[in-house]
T-cell receptor, first 114, second 114 residues
Framework: DTEVTQTPKHLVMGMTNKKSLKCEQH?????MYWYKQKAKKPPELMFV???????INESVPSRFSPECPNSSLLNLHLHALQPEDSALYLC?????????????FGPGTRLTVL | AQKVTQAQTEISVVEKEDVTLDCVYE???????LFWYKQPPSGELVFLIR??????QNEISGRYSWNFQKSTSSFNFTITASQVVDSAVYFC???????????FGKGTMLLVSP
């Protein structure tokens, strides 16, 4: 199984809502990532987890809250978002943070904030 | 600082034409990794290839080939006999040894028409 899955595929939320994005992989990878991608731009790294611990936070606003409940799951909790947060949110995983492996990406969640 | 430049914003070809996507990178490291990813309209980034800085051997995989030249800091990607299914945005990316962060180029949108 070389797949990273993400749910939901699409999400529309208001600025006062609380929602969560989910990501799952069963490749035994110990590093997982959240990226944000605006239209016609490359992905921008948000967070990196290594062995279920937060390793990198790229100065992301606190309205985005990541969580790694176990080695296969990665969540992104959303609260009080702004319309400019509308984007494609991509999850990725890799073997670990060493040089060995490449990152495998999920299909993404297209988020629209009204 | 690292940088990846994909000077071609958009390329349009007719099916069966050959097409080359350019990638030029900048890094001060002697050990680094280069990647190509494909992003079709569905959104998922599909890993195509990884090349480390010590391996300048060119690679061919079916209709895809990659030309890595350290002398010109380039890692170009050629699709032979393009097909409509090749239509996508292609990203070139760079990663320093010991770091998990990918530096992406801005991407090249390839449109293959029948």
């Amino acid at each position: 199984d070389t797949e990273v899955t993400q749910t939901p595929k699409h999400l529309v939320m208001g600025m006062t809502n609380k929602k969560s994005l989910k990501c799952e992989q069963h490749m035994g990878h110990r590093a997982m990532y959240w990226y944000k991608q605006k239209a016609k731009k490359p992905p921008e790294l948000m967070f990196v987890y290594s062995y279920e611990k937060l390793s990198i936070n790229e100065s992301v606003p606190s309205r985005f809250s990541p969580e790694c409940p176990n080695s296969s799951l990665l969540n992104l909790h959303l609260h009080a978002l702004q319309p400019e947060d509308s984007a494609l949110y991509l999850c990725a995983s890799s073997q670990d943070l060493s040089d060995v492996g490449e990152q495998f990406f999920g299909p993404g969640t297209r988020l629209t904030v009204l | 600082a690292q940088k990846v430049t994909q000077a071609q914003t958009e390329i349009s070809v007719v099916e069966k034409e050959d097409v080359t996507l350019d990638c030029v990178y900048e890094t001060r490291d002697t050990t680094y990794y280069l990647f190509w990813y494909k992003q079709p309209p569905s959104g998922e980034l599909v890993f195509l290839i990884r090349r480390n800085s010590f391996d300048e051997q060119n690679e061919i995989s079916g209709r895809y080939s990659w030309n890595f030249q350290k002398s010109t800091s380039s890692f170009n990607f050629t699709i032979t006999a393009s097909q409509v299914v090749d239509s996508a945005v292609y990203f070139c990316a760079l990663r320093q040894s010991g770091y998990s962060t990918l530096t992406f180029g801005k991407g090249t949108m390839l449109l293959v028409s029948p």
